[in-house]
């Protein structure tokens, strides 16, 4: 794996020009390839994972803008309006256009898409230019983008109806533009990147954060150089123009609802009022190392869940970057740091925002392999890691998404719904069969991601607290309400159980025929 | 009197006596792990699901009963299980921590211990997983000689509602899995092999076991 040298270059020619195949096109075959296996990696069997509770209330979100053609942003219990605009996309695309017909295959394949568009997106980034400078060799690029098409969170968060697989594609778009227009000057990559930045910002308020870790790693690494650019002024406001407009655009629902740009503003006072010091607790605060943790191993009910073999080589790429004078591993480097150290002094923390270490972590590696390859009977070795990482990294992805991906013992299953939940529609179809007349009612202080699971059918009800009549074709009551419930039901039920997650159980009452 | 109570009365006025009045029966000691919950159950109390950690009346056996599933081998439909072994099931250890338990792959799964002689059962214990509040779907408990049980199969327990699993439809209860299992009377059943069928569980679709005793008279 010697630096510097293009994938295909020696024989490529001469094998295309004997197939009739151009060059450039051969060149491009490897990450094809790998964008592809990164698609499959996605998109495969998507719909089997019961749904998340926020993944329902996103789904039910996208299918009432698909439904009603209107969409408001709420600045205080959800982020911005990305998932949603691209999901009533893709169910356009699928012919799907009530919240009825809408499906979990749909959802996802909004993250799913986004998250392979990542892999050639790092190793557009991470390769040395033609022309030399920073980078890493093609093989080592490739190899980065294969760390991240393989790794567990970003397999199983590009498999997950949220926001956080979409900023981090944005991130990455974000810095290839700029990366672009910093080489070549051109104005259009400003805009370009300026786009990219307001749709980061329309995706979740957090994008300041990652905006200013950038920053900082650009200032540390970068600041002697000078752009390409002639008019780097000019490109910076071109650029802020775009990032401004993209971001209205999204979030006044496309001139529909001006207030939407008020509230997104007024997200960050919210924010202060529920994260702030004197904010009650979320349930979601964390020890600092968790996601050190997440890096590392953990083992629990017998299973070992990790991704070492990344972390390893992401640290042995620290040692590289801090001894090469290559800017962008520097910078990479410094905003993988930087990330990691903002993202654990914040007590409030899920494991999805590992989706932001994996990008920089999987660029550190290629570097590792980058310079254990330039080393005397260096690129063999190089090849053997790489290949023991990629087994790694594949054997956990299939455990954690394939094999377990709502089991309570995997981590990135934060929360999760019970596979339980997937008895539900069949239930409520059964019920409103045989009783077509009487209500479907859910009592429970939590319900989530049941209205999911009863989309479409006439008469649902939700209840935090059991009304005076609790009688229906179907009653679903948390365990702490099903007393109340039973006594006011008004006949006889036959009782059975449902887990709504680990550790919340639910009564369905089903009354006699 | 609230008429509908009467049969209920009437049972337990019976049985009572039955056990009273029964020569040579002595109530049967189970040794219970301690309990795993970390944090404080929800209270349940709902007609068909057992209240989580009351002590439930004591099973009369024989005083000749014993443990006779100890170190006796369990095969199972799942016959490879990717956590634990299947000899976990009659090892003794009952704790429940990780590595004490066994788990099966989804859907319906059997495990089944054979006693290595017919017996006369007295009484089968079973603690499926006891660290989380969790319910098991479809649990039927059936002893035989008949090591595929196609033939003298006796059904001890089934609360398998809607016979999702086509063992026949069952009406026993549902209960919460605590550090006291569940204990199930057989009332003398003759047979080498006892097996117990779940379909998942509350928390996900896997079947677990820490330990499986059955007490009884070996013929």
Same mark, same amino acid.
């Given at each position: 794996m010697p630096g510097g040298r293009r994938v295909g270059t020696d024989k490529s020619p001469a094998v295309a020009h004997r197939w009739g195949v151009p060059p450039?096109? #051969?060149? @491009? #075959?490897?990450? $094809?390839?790998?964008?592809?296996?990164?698609?499959?990696?996605?998109?495969?069997?998507?719909?089997?994972?019961?749904?998340?509770?926020?993944?329902?209330? *996103?789904?039910?979100?996208?299918?009432?803008?698909?439904?009603?053609?209107?969409?408001?942003?709420?600045?205080?219990?959800?982020?911005?309006p990305t998932l949603y605009y691209l999901g009533a996309a893709v169910a356009t695309v699928r012919g799907q256009a009530s919240l009825a017909a809408l499906d979990e295959t749909t959802l996802r394949l909004v993250p799913a898409v986004a998250g392979a568009l990542a892999v050639p997106l790092l190793v557009i980034l991470a390769r040395r230019r033609e022309s030399g400078g920073p980078g890493l060799s093609g093989p080592a690029a490739l190899a980065a983008g294969t760390f991240l098409a393989l790794a567990p969170p970003a397999v199983y968060y590009s498999r997950y109806f949220i926001q956080e697989t979409l900023l981090a594609t944005a991130t990455l778009a974000v810095a290839v533009a700029l990366r672009c227009w910093w080489h070549s000057g051109l104005t259009r990559w400003a805009v370009v990147a300026g786009a990219g930045v307001g749709f980061m910002q329309a995706t979740k308020a957090s994008t300041p954060l990652f905006l200013g870790m950038a920053a900082i790693a650009w200032l540390l690494t970068r600041a002697a150089a000078r752009p390409a650019s002639a008019r780097p002024g000019r490109d910076l406001l071109a650029g802020l123009g775009a990032a401004a407009l993209t971001a209205a655009l999204l979030y006044s629902s496309f001139g529909a609802h001006w207030a939407g740009l008020r509230d997104a503003l007024s997200v960050y006072l919210h924010a202060l009022l529920r994260f702030g010091a004197e904010a009650p607790p979320t349930g979601h605060e964390k020890s600092w190392h968790y996601y050190l943790q997440l890096l590392g191993w953990s083992r629990s009910g017998g299973l070992l869940w990790h991704q070492a073999a990344l972390s390893a080589l992401a640290l042995a790429g620290l040692a590289v970057a801090a001894r090469r004078r290559d800017p962008l591993l520097r910078? @990479? $480097?410094?905003?993988?740091?930087?990330?990691?150290?903002?993202?654990?002094?914040?007590?409030?923390? +899920?494991?999805?925002?590992?989706?932001?270490?994996?990008?920089?972590?999987?660029?550190?590696?290629?570097?590792?392999?980058?310079? #254990?390859?330039?080393?005397?009977?260096?690129?063999?070795? $190089?090849?053997?890691?790489?290949?023991?990482?990629?087994?790694?990294?594949? *054997? *956990? +992805?299939?455990? +954690?998404?394939?094999?377990?991906?709502?089991?309570?013992?995997?981590?990135? $299953?934060?929360?999760?719904?019970?596979s339980d939940v997937l008895k539900i529609r069949p239930l409520a179809e059964a019920a409103r069969a045989a009783r077509p007349g009487e209500p479907i009612r859910v009592i429970s202080e939590e319900y989530w991601p049941l209205p999911w699971y009863l989309r479409g059918l006439p008469d649902v009800g939700y209840w935090t607290e059991a009304p005076a009549d609790c009688g229906g074709a179907l009653v679903i009551a948390s365990v702490a309400q099903a007393d109340t419930v039973r006594a006011r039901l008004g006949r006889?039920?036959?009782?059975?159980?449902?887990?709504?997650?680990?550790?919340?159980? @639910?009564?369905?009452?089903?009354?006699?025929? | 009197m609230n008429s509908r109570h009467l049969p209920l009365l009437l049972s337990a006025l019976l049985g009572a006596t039955a056990f009273a009045g029964a020569p040579g029966k002595v109530p049967l000691a189970v040794e219970y792990p301690k309990p795993l919950f970390a944090g404080t159950p929800r209270p349940i109390s709902l007609s068909n699901l057992e209240p989580a950690g009351a002590k439930r009346p004591d099973i009369m056996v024989s005083a000749e009963s014993k443990l006779l599933s100890r170190g006796k081998k369990v095969t199972s439909s799942d016959s490879l299980p990717v956590i634990g072994e299947l000899s976990f099931i009659t090892d003794g250890d009952k704790t429940g921590i990780d590595g004490a338990y066994v788990e099966l792959g989804p859907n319906t799964q059997w495990v089944q211990v054979d006693l290595g002689a017919s017996a006369k059962i007295d009484a089968v214990a079973m603690w499926h997983f006891h660290s989380q509040a969790r319910v098991y779907h479809d649990v039927v408990v059936q002893i035989s000689d008949d090591p595929e049980f196609k033939k003298g199969v006796k059904t001890i327990f089934n609360n398998d509602d809607d016979n999702s699993s086509k063992l026949g439809k069952g009406s026993d209860k549902s209960y919460v899995e605590t550090n006291h299992g569940r204990v199930l009377p057989a009332d003398g059943a003759s047979g080498r092999y006892v097996r117990l069928y779940s379909n998942g569980n509350t928390s996900d679709e896997l079947n677990h076991y820490c330990e499986i005793e059955v007490f009884g008279v070996a013929k």
């Amino acid at each position: 794996m010697p630096g510097g040298r293009r994938v295909g270059t020696d024989k490529s020619p001469a094998v295309a020009h004997r197939w009739g195949v151009p060059p450039a096109l #051969l060149r @491009c #075959l490897p990450l $094809a390839l790998l964008a592809a296996v990164a698609l499959w990696l996605r998109t495969h069997d998507l719909a089997r994972r019961p749904m998340h509770a926020d993944e329902a209330n *996103q789904g039910v979100k996208t299918g009432e803008l698909v439904e009603a053609g209107r969409y408001a942003f709420d600045p205080r219990d959800h982020h911005g309006p990305t998932l949603y605009y691209l999901g009533a996309a893709v169910a356009t695309v699928r012919g799907q256009a009530s919240l009825a017909a809408l499906d979990e295959t749909t959802l996802r394949l909004v993250p799913a898409v986004a998250g392979a568009l990542a892999v050639p997106l790092l190793v557009i980034l991470a390769r040395r230019r033609e022309s030399g400078g920073p980078g890493l060799s093609g093989p080592a690029a490739l190899a980065a983008g294969t760390f991240l098409a393989l790794a567990p969170p970003a397999v199983y968060y590009s498999r997950y109806f949220i926001q956080e697989t979409l900023l981090a594609t944005a991130t990455l778009a974000v810095a290839v533009a700029l990366r672009c227009w910093w080489h070549s000057g051109l104005t259009r990559w400003a805009v370009v990147a300026g786009a990219g930045v307001g749709f980061m910002q329309a995706t979740k308020a957090s994008t300041p954060l990652f905006l200013g870790m950038a920053a900082i790693a650009w200032l540390l690494t970068r600041a002697a150089a000078r752009p390409a650019s002639a008019r780097p002024g000019r490109d910076l406001l071109a650029g802020l123009g775009a990032a401004a407009l993209t971001a209205a655009l999204l979030y006044s629902s496309f001139g529909a609802h001006w207030a939407g740009l008020r509230d997104a503003l007024s997200v960050y006072l919210h924010a202060l009022l529920r994260f702030g010091a004197e904010a009650p607790p979320t349930g979601h605060e964390k020890s600092w190392h968790y996601y050190l943790q997440l890096l590392g191993w953990s083992r629990s009910g017998g299973l070992l869940w990790h991704q070492a073999a990344l972390s390893a080589l992401a640290l042995a790429g620290l040692a590289v970057a801090a001894r090469r004078r290559d800017p962008l591993l520097r910078g @990479c $480097a410094v905003y993988g740091v930087f990330i990691l150290a903002a993202l654990s002094a914040f007590p409030y923390k +899920t494991p999805w925002h590992a989706v932001h270490f994996v990008p920089p972590a999987a660029l550190l590696a290629g570097a590792a392999l980058d310079a #254990l390859a330039r080393r005397r009977s260096g690129p063999a070795l $190089a090849a053997a890691i790489a290949v023991l990482a990629v087994f790694s990294l594949g *054997q *956990q +992805t299939r455990l +954690t998404s394939f094999l377990r991906p709502a089991d309570g013992r995997n981590p990135w $299953a934060y929360v999760h719904s019970s596979s339980d939940v997937l008895k539900i529609r069949p239930l409520a179809e059964a019920a409103r069969a045989a009783r077509p007349g009487e209500p479907i009612r859910v009592i429970s202080e939590e319900y989530w991601p049941l209205p999911w699971y009863l989309r479409g059918l006439p008469d649902v009800g939700y209840w935090t607290e059991a009304p005076a009549d609790c009688g229906g074709a179907l009653v679903i009551a948390s365990v702490a309400q099903a007393d109340t419930v039973r006594a006011r039901l008004g006949r006889p039920a036959r009782e059975s159980f449902v887990g709504l997650r680990p550790g919340f159980l @639910c009564v369905v009452f089903s009354p006699e025929p | 009197m609230n008429s509908r109570h009467l049969p209920l009365l009437l049972s337990a006025l019976l049985g009572a006596t039955a056990f009273a009045g029964a020569p040579g029966k002595v109530p049967l000691a189970v040794e219970y792990p301690k309990p795993l919950f970390a944090g404080t159950p929800r209270p349940i109390s709902l007609s068909n699901l057992e209240p989580a950690g009351a002590k439930r009346p004591d099973i009369m056996v024989s005083a000749e009963s014993k443990l006779l599933s100890r170190g006796k081998k369990v095969t199972s439909s799942d016959s490879l299980p990717v956590i634990g072994e299947l000899s976990f099931i009659t090892d003794g250890d009952k704790t429940g921590i990780d590595g004490a338990y066994v788990e099966l792959g989804p859907n319906t799964q059997w495990v089944q211990v054979d006693l290595g002689a017919s017996a006369k059962i007295d009484a089968v214990a079973m603690w499926h997983f006891h660290s989380q509040a969790r319910v098991y779907h479809d649990v039927v408990v059936q002893i035989s000689d008949d090591p595929e049980f196609k033939k003298g199969v006796k059904t001890i327990f089934n609360n398998d509602d809607d016979n999702s699993s086509k063992l026949g439809k069952g009406s026993d209860k549902s209960y919460v899995e605590t550090n006291h299992g569940r204990v199930l009377p057989a009332d003398g059943a003759s047979g080498r092999y006892v097996r117990l069928y779940s379909n998942g569980n509350t928390s996900d679709e896997l079947n677990h076991y820490c330990e499986i005793e059955v007490f009884g008279v070996a013929k």
